[in-house]
Protein backbone atom coordinates (compact mmCIF):
# COMPACT_ATOMS: atom_id res chain seq x y z
CA UNK A 1 0.00 0.00 0.00
CA UNK A 2 1.08 3.06 -1.07
CA UNK A 3 0.30 6.45 0.65
CA UNK A 4 1.96 10.09 0.83
CA UNK A 5 2.74 12.03 4.02
CA UNK A 6 1.07 14.96 4.71
CA UNK A 7 3.07 17.76 3.92
CA UNK A 8 3.37 20.19 6.58
CA UNK A 9 2.16 23.53 5.28
CA UNK A 10 4.23 26.59 4.42
CA UNK A 11 0.79 28.33 2.77
CA UNK A 12 -0.83 31.25 4.72
CA UNK A 13 -3.82 30.36 6.86
CA UNK A 14 -6.68 32.82 7.30
CA UNK A 15 -9.27 32.42 9.87
CA UNK A 16 -12.65 32.19 8.80
CA UNK A 17 -16.08 32.24 11.53
CA UNK A 18 -18.80 30.12 9.13
CA UNK A 19 -18.13 28.44 5.54
CA UNK A 20 -21.12 26.71 3.79
CA UNK A 21 -19.51 23.92 1.06
CA UNK A 22 -21.79 22.32 -1.29
CA UNK A 23 -20.47 19.38 -2.47
CA UNK A 24 -22.21 18.57 -6.12
CA UNK A 25 -21.98 15.72 -8.98
CA UNK A 26 -23.80 12.82 -10.69
CA UNK A 27 -25.65 10.42 -8.56
CA UNK A 28 -22.57 8.18 -8.91
CA UNK A 29 -19.92 10.38 -8.12
CA UNK A 30 -19.76 9.64 -4.16
CA UNK A 31 -20.82 13.20 -3.37
CA UNK A 32 -22.84 11.75 -0.52
CA UNK A 33 -19.98 10.30 1.00
CA UNK A 34 -17.55 12.45 0.34
CA UNK A 35 -19.63 15.42 2.04
CA UNK A 36 -20.75 12.96 5.16
CA UNK A 37 -16.56 12.47 5.63
CA UNK A 38 -16.10 16.05 5.65
CA UNK A 39 -18.80 16.32 8.11
CA UNK A 40 -17.61 14.24 10.20
CA UNK A 41 -13.52 15.50 10.23
CA UNK A 42 -15.53 18.69 10.77
CA UNK A 43 -17.77 17.55 14.07
CA UNK A 44 -14.07 15.85 15.63
CA UNK A 45 -12.87 19.42 15.09
CA UNK A 46 -15.44 20.66 17.72
CA UNK A 47 -17.57 23.04 14.95
CA UNK A 48 -21.09 23.56 15.57
CA UNK A 49 -22.66 22.04 11.96
CA UNK A 50 -26.07 21.26 10.36
CA UNK A 51 -26.13 19.48 6.64
CA UNK A 52 -28.43 18.77 3.91
CA UNK A 53 -28.39 15.82 1.55
CA UNK A 54 -30.10 16.83 -1.98
CA UNK A 55 -30.21 13.31 -4.18
CA UNK A 56 -32.77 13.02 -7.07
CA UNK A 57 -35.86 11.48 -6.86
CA UNK A 58 -35.46 9.18 -9.94
CA UNK A 59 -33.75 5.88 -9.27
CA UNK A 60 -31.10 6.55 -11.69
CA UNK A 61 -31.13 10.05 -14.06
CA UNK A 62 -29.18 9.57 -17.32
CA UNK A 63 -25.67 10.17 -16.33
CA UNK A 64 -24.31 13.98 -17.05
CA UNK A 65 -28.32 15.51 -16.99
CA UNK A 66 -28.96 17.83 -14.23
CA UNK A 67 -32.15 15.75 -13.12
CA UNK A 68 -29.40 13.36 -12.34
CA UNK A 69 -27.45 15.63 -10.03
CA UNK A 70 -27.13 14.99 -6.43
CA UNK A 71 -25.31 16.95 -3.82
CA UNK A 72 -24.61 17.55 -0.51
CA UNK A 73 -24.10 20.80 1.48
CA UNK A 74 -22.60 21.18 5.38
CA UNK A 75 -22.72 24.51 7.15
CA UNK A 76 -20.20 24.72 9.77
CA UNK A 77 -19.63 27.39 12.27
CA UNK A 78 -17.42 28.26 15.63
CA UNK A 79 -21.02 29.71 17.19
CA UNK A 80 -23.94 28.17 16.78
CA UNK A 81 -25.38 27.01 13.28
CA UNK A 82 -29.42 26.60 13.04
CA UNK A 83 -29.48 25.29 9.65
CA UNK A 84 -27.43 24.15 6.50
CA UNK A 85 -27.52 27.53 4.81
CA UNK A 86 -29.08 29.59 1.90
CA UNK A 87 -26.05 30.72 -0.13
CA UNK A 88 -22.66 28.17 -0.61
CA UNK A 89 -19.83 29.62 -0.15
CA UNK A 90 -17.68 26.92 -1.69
CA UNK A 91 -19.56 24.97 -5.01
CA UNK A 92 -17.56 21.64 -6.08
CA UNK A 93 -19.43 20.63 -8.87
CA UNK A 94 -17.70 17.01 -10.28
CA UNK A 95 -19.99 17.73 -13.75
CA UNK A 96 -21.22 20.87 -16.14
CA UNK A 97 -24.85 19.38 -14.87
CA UNK A 98 -23.89 20.17 -11.16
CA UNK A 99 -21.90 23.46 -11.91
CA UNK A 100 -26.17 24.43 -13.88
CA UNK A 101 -28.10 22.87 -11.40
CA UNK A 102 -25.99 25.28 -8.53
CA UNK A 103 -25.11 28.19 -9.92
CA UNK A 104 -28.00 29.53 -9.69
CA UNK A 105 -27.43 29.61 -5.89
CA UNK A 106 -24.50 30.93 -5.14
CA UNK A 107 -23.37 34.40 -4.38
CA UNK A 108 -21.12 36.85 -5.99
CA UNK A 109 -17.61 36.44 -5.01
CA UNK A 110 -18.17 32.71 -4.14
CA UNK A 111 -15.58 30.02 -5.04
CA UNK A 112 -16.13 27.44 -7.51
CA UNK A 113 -13.91 24.07 -8.08
CA UNK A 114 -14.74 22.22 -11.07
CA UNK A 115 -13.37 19.18 -12.46
CA UNK A 116 -12.33 20.67 -15.86
CA UNK A 117 -12.14 16.95 -17.19
CA UNK A 118 -15.61 16.54 -17.31
CA UNK A 119 -16.47 19.62 -19.43
CA UNK A 120 -16.35 18.28 -22.88
CA UNK A 121 -18.23 19.08 -25.33
CA UNK A 122 -20.54 16.35 -25.28
CA UNK A 123 -21.18 16.67 -21.35
CA UNK A 124 -21.81 20.77 -22.05
CA UNK A 125 -24.29 19.94 -24.78
CA UNK A 126 -26.76 17.59 -22.42
CA UNK A 127 -27.25 20.43 -19.96
CA UNK A 128 -27.79 22.80 -23.14
CA UNK A 129 -24.19 24.52 -22.95
CA UNK A 130 -23.31 26.48 -26.17
CA UNK A 131 -19.73 26.96 -24.77
CA UNK A 132 -17.77 25.89 -21.92
CA UNK A 133 -18.33 27.83 -18.81
CA UNK A 134 -15.03 27.42 -17.74
CA UNK A 135 -13.12 29.42 -20.52
CA UNK A 136 -16.16 31.82 -22.28
CA UNK A 137 -16.14 34.35 -18.93
CA UNK A 138 -19.27 33.49 -17.53
CA UNK A 139 -17.86 32.68 -14.45
CA UNK A 140 -16.02 35.77 -14.31
CA UNK A 141 -18.08 37.11 -11.02
CA UNK A 142 -16.71 34.06 -9.01
CA UNK A 143 -13.53 32.97 -7.80
CA UNK A 144 -12.82 30.11 -10.11
CA UNK A 145 -10.82 26.93 -10.00
CA UNK A 146 -10.76 24.77 -12.85
CA UNK A 147 -8.88 21.74 -11.81
CA UNK A 148 -8.20 18.39 -13.80
CA UNK A 149 -9.54 16.29 -10.64
CA UNK A 150 -9.98 13.24 -12.57
CA UNK A 151 -6.79 13.41 -14.55
CA UNK A 152 -4.94 13.95 -11.54
CA UNK A 153 -6.31 11.28 -9.66
CA UNK A 154 -5.72 8.64 -12.39
CA UNK A 155 -1.88 10.02 -12.67
CA UNK A 156 -1.91 9.92 -8.73
CA UNK A 157 -3.20 5.59 -9.18
CA UNK A 158 -0.35 5.03 -11.79
CA UNK A 159 1.28 2.63 -9.92
CA UNK A 160 -1.90 0.81 -8.28
CA UNK A 161 -2.80 -2.06 -10.70
CA UNK A 162 -6.30 -0.88 -11.61
CA UNK A 163 -8.34 -0.11 -14.15
CA UNK A 164 -8.94 3.25 -15.38
CA UNK A 165 -12.47 3.33 -14.19
CA UNK A 166 -11.73 2.08 -10.72
CA UNK A 167 -9.29 4.86 -10.78
CA UNK A 168 -11.32 7.67 -11.63
CA UNK A 169 -13.82 6.60 -9.06
CA UNK A 170 -11.23 7.50 -6.44
CA UNK A 171 -11.55 11.22 -7.53
CA UNK A 172 -14.36 11.78 -4.85
CA UNK A 173 -11.33 10.88 -2.34
CA UNK A 174 -8.95 13.57 -3.82
CA UNK A 175 -11.30 16.25 -3.69
CA UNK A 176 -12.12 15.49 -0.02
CA UNK A 177 -8.31 15.33 0.55
CA UNK A 178 -8.08 18.76 -1.23
CA UNK A 179 -10.97 20.22 0.69
CA UNK A 180 -9.54 18.63 3.88
CA UNK A 181 -6.56 20.90 2.97
CA UNK A 182 -8.52 24.06 2.00
CA UNK A 183 -9.95 24.08 5.75
CA UNK A 184 -7.34 22.44 8.14
CA UNK A 185 -9.48 19.17 8.18
CA UNK A 186 -8.31 16.19 9.67
CA UNK A 187 -7.66 13.35 7.62
CA UNK A 188 -7.24 10.58 10.38
CA UNK A 189 -11.25 9.69 10.51
CA UNK A 190 -11.71 9.47 6.91
CA UNK A 191 -8.58 6.68 6.63
CA UNK A 192 -10.32 4.82 10.10
CA UNK A 193 -13.79 4.63 7.90
CA UNK A 194 -11.83 3.82 4.76
CA UNK A 195 -9.81 0.94 6.41
CA UNK A 196 -12.85 -0.66 8.19
CA UNK A 197 -15.06 -0.10 5.46
CA UNK A 198 -12.56 -1.66 2.53
CA UNK A 199 -10.65 -4.21 4.86
CA UNK A 200 -11.46 -6.99 2.34
CA UNK A 201 -10.73 -5.10 -0.72
CA UNK A 202 -6.84 -4.30 0.29
CA UNK A 203 -6.49 -2.92 -3.56
CA UNK A 204 -9.17 -0.44 -3.47
CA UNK A 205 -8.23 0.72 0.22
CA UNK A 206 -4.54 1.65 -1.14
CA UNK A 207 -6.35 3.43 -3.94
CA UNK A 208 -8.68 5.46 -1.80
CA UNK A 209 -5.82 6.22 0.46
CA UNK A 210 -3.17 7.64 -2.00
CA UNK A 211 -5.98 9.45 -3.37
CA UNK A 212 -6.92 11.20 -0.44
CA UNK A 213 -3.43 12.29 0.68
CA UNK A 214 -2.68 12.90 -3.05
CA UNK A 215 -5.46 15.46 -2.76
CA UNK A 216 -4.44 16.90 0.59
CA UNK A 217 -0.51 17.11 -1.07
CA UNK A 218 -1.95 18.86 -3.86
CA UNK A 219 -3.65 21.50 -2.10
CA UNK A 220 -0.34 22.45 -0.34
CA UNK A 221 1.49 22.60 -3.35
CA UNK A 222 -0.16 24.09 -6.24
CA UNK A 223 0.01 27.81 -7.09
CA UNK A 224 -4.23 27.57 -7.66
CA UNK A 225 -4.76 28.21 -3.77
CA UNK A 226 -2.63 30.71 -2.06
CA UNK A 227 -4.18 30.38 1.18
CA UNK A 228 -5.93 27.61 3.75
CA UNK A 229 -8.36 28.53 5.93
CA UNK A 230 -9.49 27.46 9.45
CA UNK A 231 -12.32 27.89 11.46
CA UNK A 232 -12.44 27.61 15.18
CA UNK A 233 -14.16 24.75 17.57
CA UNK A 234 -17.64 26.68 19.07
CA UNK A 235 -18.01 26.99 22.54
CA UNK A 236 -20.43 24.42 23.21
CA UNK A 237 -21.61 22.89 26.74
CA UNK A 238 -18.97 20.07 27.98
CA UNK A 239 -19.77 16.37 27.06
CA UNK A 240 -18.91 13.29 24.52
CA UNK A 241 -20.73 14.39 21.01
CA UNK A 242 -21.35 12.51 18.08
CA UNK A 243 -22.58 13.15 14.98
CA UNK A 244 -25.94 12.29 13.79
CA UNK A 245 -29.09 12.49 11.55
CA UNK A 246 -32.62 13.30 12.45
CA UNK A 247 -33.88 9.91 11.60
CA UNK A 248 -31.11 8.39 13.48
CA UNK A 249 -31.73 10.28 16.68
CA UNK A 250 -35.55 9.74 16.24
CA UNK A 251 -35.00 5.65 16.04
CA UNK A 252 -33.14 6.21 19.34
CA UNK A 253 -35.08 7.99 20.79
CA UNK A 254 -38.04 5.30 20.44
CA UNK A 255 -35.60 2.62 22.09
CA UNK A 256 -34.73 4.83 24.91
CA UNK A 257 -38.49 5.41 25.78
CA UNK A 258 -38.97 2.18 24.99
CA UNK A 259 -36.45 1.25 27.72
CA UNK A 260 -37.91 3.79 30.09
CA UNK A 261 -41.24 2.85 29.93
CA UNK A 262 -40.35 -0.95 30.49
CA UNK A 263 -42.12 -2.29 26.88
CA UNK A 264 -40.95 -4.11 24.13
CA UNK A 265 -41.03 -1.91 20.96
CA UNK A 266 -42.47 -3.42 18.01
CA UNK A 267 -42.15 -1.12 14.53
CA UNK A 268 -44.42 -2.32 11.78
CA UNK A 269 -43.67 0.40 8.58
CA UNK A 270 -44.12 -0.17 4.93
CA UNK A 271 -40.76 1.14 3.45
CA UNK A 272 -41.35 5.26 2.13
CA UNK A 273 -38.93 7.36 1.90
CA UNK A 274 -37.56 9.61 3.61
CA UNK A 275 -38.64 7.67 6.56
CA UNK A 276 -37.24 4.02 5.30
CA UNK A 277 -34.36 4.69 7.61
CA UNK A 278 -35.84 4.62 10.77
CA UNK A 279 -37.12 1.05 9.86
CA UNK A 280 -33.09 0.10 8.66
CA UNK A 281 -31.76 1.69 12.30
CA UNK A 282 -34.19 -0.33 14.37
CA UNK A 283 -34.09 -3.28 12.29
CA UNK A 284 -30.08 -3.54 13.83
CA UNK A 285 -31.08 -3.05 17.47
CA UNK A 286 -33.02 -6.37 18.60
CA UNK A 287 -30.69 -6.36 21.42
CA UNK A 288 -32.99 -3.79 23.03
CA UNK A 289 -36.41 -5.47 22.78
CA UNK A 290 -37.14 -4.23 19.52
CA UNK A 291 -39.22 -5.93 17.12
CA UNK A 292 -39.42 -4.41 13.56
CA UNK A 293 -42.13 -5.92 10.85
CA UNK A 294 -41.88 -4.74 7.27
CA UNK A 295 -45.06 -4.86 6.19
CA UNK A 296 -46.97 -5.70 2.99
CA UNK A 297 -48.90 -2.16 2.60
CA UNK A 298 -48.99 1.09 4.98
CA UNK A 299 -52.21 -0.50 6.35
CA UNK A 300 -50.88 -3.72 7.33
CA UNK A 301 -48.12 -1.74 9.24
CA UNK A 302 -49.72 1.04 11.45
CA UNK A 303 -52.48 -2.16 11.77
CA UNK A 304 -49.28 -4.59 13.30
CA UNK A 305 -47.93 -1.61 15.49
CA UNK A 306 -51.80 -1.53 16.59
CA UNK A 307 -51.58 -5.06 17.75
CA UNK A 308 -48.83 -4.94 19.59
CA UNK A 309 -50.16 -2.20 21.63
CA UNK A 310 -53.14 -4.06 22.63
CA UNK A 311 -51.06 -6.76 23.41
CA UNK A 312 -49.27 -4.71 25.85
CA UNK A 313 -46.06 -3.24 23.19
CA UNK A 314 -45.17 -0.21 22.52
CA UNK A 315 -46.60 0.33 19.32
CA UNK A 316 -45.01 2.62 16.26
CA UNK A 317 -45.56 2.97 12.87
CA UNK A 318 -43.50 5.18 10.38
CA UNK A 319 -44.43 6.55 7.27
CA UNK A 320 -44.53 9.60 5.21
CA UNK A 321 -47.46 11.97 3.96
CA UNK A 322 -49.03 9.56 1.24
CA UNK A 323 -48.88 6.66 4.05
CA UNK A 324 -50.62 8.94 6.78
CA UNK A 325 -53.81 9.16 4.25
CA UNK A 326 -54.25 5.26 4.15
CA UNK A 327 -53.69 4.81 7.59
CA UNK A 328 -55.98 7.04 8.99
CA UNK A 329 -58.97 4.88 8.90
CA UNK A 330 -56.37 2.57 12.10
CA UNK A 331 -55.77 5.80 13.41
CA UNK A 332 -59.13 6.48 14.34
CA UNK A 333 -59.65 2.70 15.30
CA UNK A 334 -56.67 3.68 18.02
CA UNK A 335 -58.24 6.83 19.04
CA UNK A 336 -61.50 4.91 20.30
CA UNK A 337 -59.62 2.05 22.07
CA UNK A 338 -57.93 4.25 23.55
CA UNK A 339 -54.28 2.59 22.99
CA UNK A 340 -51.24 4.08 22.78
CA UNK A 341 -49.45 3.87 19.45
CA UNK A 342 -46.89 6.28 17.76
CA UNK A 343 -47.56 7.59 14.34
CA UNK A 344 -43.79 9.02 12.49
CA UNK A 345 -44.86 11.17 9.57
CA UNK A 346 -41.70 12.28 8.33
CA UNK A 347 -42.89 15.07 5.82
CA UNK A 348 -42.00 15.00 2.02
CA UNK A 349 -43.54 17.10 -1.11
CA UNK A 350 -47.16 15.98 -2.60
CA UNK A 351 -49.83 16.26 -2.99
CA UNK A 352 -50.70 12.36 -3.48
CA UNK A 353 -47.00 9.84 -4.13
CA UNK A 354 -45.45 13.65 -4.38
CA UNK A 355 -41.97 14.05 -4.40
CA UNK A 356 -40.03 11.50 -2.87
CA UNK A 357 -36.67 13.56 -2.19
CA UNK A 358 -37.83 16.83 -1.61
CA UNK A 359 -39.35 18.19 1.94
CA UNK A 360 -42.08 19.47 2.21
CA UNK A 361 -44.33 20.62 6.24
CA UNK A 362 -47.30 20.38 4.45
CA UNK A 363 -49.08 17.42 6.44
CA UNK A 364 -50.11 19.32 9.94
CA UNK A 365 -53.79 19.90 8.89
CA UNK A 366 -53.63 16.25 7.73
CA UNK A 367 -52.31 15.10 11.27
CA UNK A 368 -55.08 17.01 12.91
CA UNK A 369 -57.87 16.52 11.06
CA UNK A 370 -57.59 13.66 8.75
CA UNK A 371 -60.03 10.96 10.30
CA UNK A 372 -63.51 11.00 10.07
CA UNK A 373 -65.71 11.66 12.93
CA UNK A 374 -64.54 13.15 16.49
CA UNK A 375 -60.81 11.88 16.73
CA UNK A 376 -58.24 14.14 17.94
CA UNK A 377 -54.40 13.38 18.01
CA UNK A 378 -51.43 14.99 20.13
CA UNK A 379 -49.18 16.13 17.59
CA UNK A 380 -45.16 16.52 18.54
CA UNK A 381 -42.71 18.55 16.23
CA UNK A 382 -38.71 18.38 16.51
CA UNK A 383 -37.05 21.54 15.86
CA UNK A 384 -33.86 20.50 14.56
CA UNK A 385 -32.36 16.70 13.60
CA UNK A 386 -30.83 16.17 17.06
CA UNK A 387 -34.39 17.36 18.90
CA UNK A 388 -36.08 14.01 17.02
CA UNK A 389 -34.56 12.38 20.19
CA UNK A 390 -36.39 14.40 22.63
CA UNK A 391 -39.22 14.58 20.20
CA UNK A 392 -39.96 10.97 20.14
CA UNK A 393 -39.20 10.71 24.19
CA UNK A 394 -41.98 13.14 24.55
CA UNK A 395 -44.27 11.57 21.60
CA UNK A 396 -43.77 7.99 24.13
CA UNK A 397 -44.51 9.68 27.23
CA UNK A 398 -48.28 10.99 25.88
CA UNK A 399 -48.63 8.08 24.37
CA UNK A 400 -48.46 6.06 27.64
CA UNK A 401 -49.37 8.58 29.93
CA UNK A 402 -52.78 9.66 28.34
CA UNK A 403 -53.45 6.33 26.17
CA UNK A 404 -53.82 7.92 22.93
CA UNK A 405 -51.93 7.95 19.18
CA UNK A 406 -49.60 10.75 18.80
CA UNK A 407 -48.60 12.50 15.76
CA UNK A 408 -44.40 12.79 15.53
CA UNK A 409 -44.01 15.36 12.20
CA UNK A 410 -40.97 15.32 11.06
CA UNK A 411 -39.57 16.07 7.99
CA UNK A 412 -37.18 15.23 5.06
CA UNK A 413 -34.70 18.35 5.78
CA UNK A 414 -34.51 16.71 9.46
CA UNK A 415 -34.62 13.37 8.42
CA UNK A 416 -31.66 13.25 6.42
CA UNK A 417 -29.47 16.19 8.08
CA UNK A 418 -27.21 15.65 10.53
CA UNK A 419 -25.61 18.09 13.88
CA UNK A 420 -23.26 17.03 16.72
CA UNK A 421 -25.36 15.62 19.50
CA UNK A 422 -24.23 15.60 23.01
CA UNK A 423 -24.40 11.71 24.46
CA UNK A 424 -27.24 11.44 26.85
CA UNK A 425 -27.17 9.95 30.26
CA UNK A 426 -30.62 7.85 29.39
CA UNK A 427 -31.11 6.99 32.81
CA UNK A 428 -32.11 11.31 33.36
CA UNK A 429 -34.71 11.00 30.72
CA UNK A 430 -38.25 11.27 31.25
CA UNK A 431 -40.38 8.06 32.81
CA UNK A 432 -43.75 6.56 32.49
CA UNK A 433 -43.52 3.08 32.95
CA UNK A 434 -45.87 1.32 31.72
CA UNK A 435 -47.07 -2.75 32.61
CA UNK A 436 -50.10 -4.59 30.74
CA UNK A 437 -51.80 -6.86 33.20
CA UNK A 438 -52.80 -10.18 31.61
CA UNK A 439 -56.57 -10.82 32.38
CA UNK A 440 -57.30 -6.97 32.18
CA UNK A 441 -58.57 -4.82 29.51
CA UNK A 442 -56.49 -1.27 31.07
CA UNK A 443 -53.23 -0.68 31.42
CA UNK A 444 -51.77 0.68 34.61
CA UNK A 445 -49.26 3.40 34.05
CA UNK A 446 -46.68 4.37 37.16
CA UNK A 447 -44.98 7.30 36.37
CA UNK A 448 -41.81 8.81 38.14
CA UNK A 449 -41.33 12.09 40.20
CA UNK A 450 -38.10 12.96 38.77
CA UNK A 451 -39.13 15.16 36.08
CA UNK A 452 -41.79 17.81 35.73
CA UNK A 453 -42.39 16.38 32.05
CA UNK A 454 -44.12 13.29 33.95
CA UNK A 455 -47.20 12.38 35.95
CA UNK A 456 -46.49 12.39 39.82
CA UNK A 457 -48.79 9.72 40.52
CA UNK A 458 -50.07 6.38 39.08
CA UNK A 459 -53.05 6.52 36.64
CA UNK A 460 -55.27 3.67 35.68
CA UNK A 461 -56.60 2.98 32.33
CA UNK A 462 -58.63 4.23 30.82
CA UNK A 463 -59.02 7.87 31.49
CA UNK A 464 -58.69 10.72 30.01
CA UNK A 465 -57.67 14.34 32.01
CA UNK A 466 -54.50 16.04 32.33
CA UNK A 467 -51.75 14.32 34.26
CA UNK A 468 -51.70 15.77 37.64
CA UNK A 469 -49.07 18.25 38.72
CA UNK A 470 -45.72 17.01 39.90
CA UNK A 471 -44.26 18.32 43.36
CA UNK A 472 -43.10 21.16 44.18
CA UNK A 473 -39.02 19.88 44.13
CA UNK A 474 -39.28 18.44 40.51
CA UNK A 475 -37.44 20.43 37.99
CA UNK A 476 -37.72 20.35 34.22
CA UNK A 477 -34.84 18.58 32.26
CA UNK A 478 -31.79 21.41 30.73
CA UNK A 479 -33.03 23.79 28.24
CA UNK A 480 -29.71 23.52 26.36
CA UNK A 481 -30.03 23.28 22.62
CA UNK A 482 -27.88 20.39 22.40
CA UNK A 483 -30.14 17.42 23.28
CA UNK A 484 -28.34 14.27 23.93
CA UNK A 485 -27.74 10.74 22.63
CA UNK A 486 -27.86 7.10 23.86
CA UNK A 487 -25.66 5.58 21.35
CA UNK A 488 -21.99 6.21 21.21
CA UNK A 489 -20.60 6.19 17.61
CA UNK A 490 -16.57 6.18 16.31
CA UNK A 491 -17.30 9.71 15.07
CA UNK A 492 -17.04 11.35 18.81
CA UNK A 493 -15.12 13.91 20.40
CA UNK A 494 -15.05 14.94 24.22
CA UNK A 495 -15.18 18.77 25.20
CA UNK A 496 -14.86 20.01 28.60
CA UNK A 497 -14.98 23.25 30.58
Known amino acids: MTTLPNVPTTKDVHRLDRVVIRFAGDSGDGMQLTGDRFTSQTAILGNDLSTLPNFPAEIRAPQGTVHGVSSFQLHFADHEVLTPGDSPDVLVAMNPAALKANLRDLPRGATIIADSDEFSKRNLGKVGYASNPLEDGTLESYHLHALPLTSITVDALADHDLSRKDKERAKNMFTLGLLSWLYSRPLQGTEDFLTAKFAKKPDVLAANLTALHAGHAFG ?156 PVPIVAPRWPSDCFDAALEAVRIATTYRTPVFLLSDGYLANGSEPWAIPDVDASPTCASTWRPGRTAWTATATPSSSRTCATPRRWPARGPCPAPPASSTASGASRRPTSPATSPTTRTTTT
Not at 260 to 268: C, D, E
Not at 296 to 317: H, N, Q, R
Request: glycine residues 14%; charged residues 15%; proline residues 5%.
Open 220 to 375: ETTEDFAVSFEVPAADMRSGEYRNITGNTALAYGLVAAAQRSGLPLVLGAYPITPASDILHTLSGLKRFGVTTIQAEDEIAGIGAALGASFGGALGVTSTSGPGVALKSETIGLAVSLELPLVIVDVQRGGPSTGLPTKTEQADLLQAMYGRNGEA
